[in-house]
């Protein structure tokens, strides 16, 4: 095991290698289906400190539940490049306003407007799993007239506006945050409503065999996380870790977006919804309301500036949507700094796999190397 430490609090993490060095075999790639394109390092994370886990981030690792990996990109098939999301200067786009009216309307009054593009269906994947394992936020309230929904989607309206004036005169929805540890009350009360809603997704968004859509493959991806939670003087309310936003829509929960909250940013670890409500693009909404959320907290501890969306595959088209989230920034993988994505597009278009930044500077935020 390894461990580094948090000079902050004096904690440290314990790691185990799990596969690392030249020889890793690789793995099925579930972008391109390649039986043997995905090849990461891992590690076992028996406990980790949200700061070590905010580094390692910074440079390309992900988990899954107590997994951590890194991906080898030069030998992968589809390259995942970490990206990231600035939430100060954020602006929506047209069609990121549509969800959000969308929503809008059917709380307001309780309208359905068909079903949800395959665009908005995609995006709700954060992360891929690896082989073996696959804050109270207010219901807001507000004076929304009915003629607001009809403005023109080239308005220059904040992701605030739209939400603080979410009202529910047909139906209501709530989202609560909940410390992801089978210790919290609350997440032991909802597992099963939690657990049956992710199998529903599993099958119906994944094409998954229900049979295989065990709780015990639902508790290692989703529910157990190697995070020491904490709560810092001056930090966030909810403190740093794990959590699970539940989204509920008249009580009944409809989603579950799983979020890491670090020093410095929130990471988005996966979100699934009952495909009842996927005319409501909950992938999309989701997102949307966890940069609004990333913003709130942000207000409360400056440092804490950016939103986490997994990786970007460049490789396949139904990955590119997290590009669409505005201004974003993908990790050069070589010096580990950040680029505009808006900057990568065409060497990526040239070579799946690229140095980004084609500068001599080394990455700038001062990491030591952990592995």
């Known amino acids: 095991a390894r461990h580094m430490s948090d000079p902050a609090r004096k904690q440290r993490s314990i790691v185990e290698y799990v596969q690392r060095g030249p020889d890793i075999p ?29 580094d390692l981030i910074d440079r390309g690792w992900r988990r899954s539940g107590k997994y951590v990996y890194k991906p080898i990109m030069k030998r992968s098939c589809c390259p995942p490049y970490t990206i990231r999301c600035d ?35 995609a ?19 507000g004076a929304l007239k009915k003629g607001e929904c009809a403005k023109s989607g080239n308005e220059k309206k904040s992701v605030e506006e739209f939400i ?56 290692r991806f989703l529910v157990d996380s190697p995070l020491a ?64 959320f990333t913003r709130q907290l942000q207000k409360q501890v400056p440092d804490l500036a950016f939103y986490y969306m997994g990786y970007y595959i460049h490789t396949c088209q139904k990955m590119r949507y997290k590009g669409q989230y505005h201004p974003s920034f993908l990790l050069c993988p070589e010096i580990y700094s950040w680029v505009p994505i808006r900057s990568c597009l065409a060497k990526l278009d040239a070579s799946k796999y690229s140095r980004l930044d084609s500068s001599d500077a080394a990455g700038g935020n001062g990491f030591k190397k952990c592995f």
């Open 26 to 54: 690789g793995h099925h790639c579930g972008y391109c289906d390649e039986d043997d394109g995905r090849v990461a390092n891992g590690v076992w994370a028996h406990v980790m400190t949200c700061q070590d886990y905010n």
């Open 87 to 121: 939430v100060i200067g954020f602006s929506l786009s047209k069609s990121q306003k549509k969800v959000l009216k969308r929503m809008q309307r059917y709380l307001l009054m309780g309208e359905k407007t068909g079903q949800a593009a395959a665009a908005d269906d």
């Open 123 to 141: 995006d709700v994947t954060t992360s891929q799993v690896p082989a073996g394992d696959k804050a109270s936020r207010p219901s807001d309230s």
């Open 164 to 219: 603080e004036n979410e009202r529910g005169d047909q139906h209501k929805l709530t989202i609560d945050l909940i410390p992801c540890s089978m210790t919290d009350e609350t997440l032991k009360a909802s597992f099963k409503e939690s657990y049956s809603i992710y199998v529903k997704y599993q099958v119906a968004v994944h094409g998954d065999d229900e049979s295989e859509v065990t709780e015990k493959q639902f508790t």
């Open 229 to 292: 939670s904490y709560k810092p003087d001056g930090g966030p309310p909810s403190g740093y870790g794990s959590f699970h936003q539940h989204y509920r829509i008249d009580g009944k929960l409809v989603a579950v977006g799983v979020l890491d909250i670090l020093p410095n940013c929130t990471s988005s670890v996966y979100v699934y919804y009952d495909p009842q409500y996927d005319f409501l693009s909950l992938g999309t909404y989701s997102a949307l309301r966890e940069i609004y």
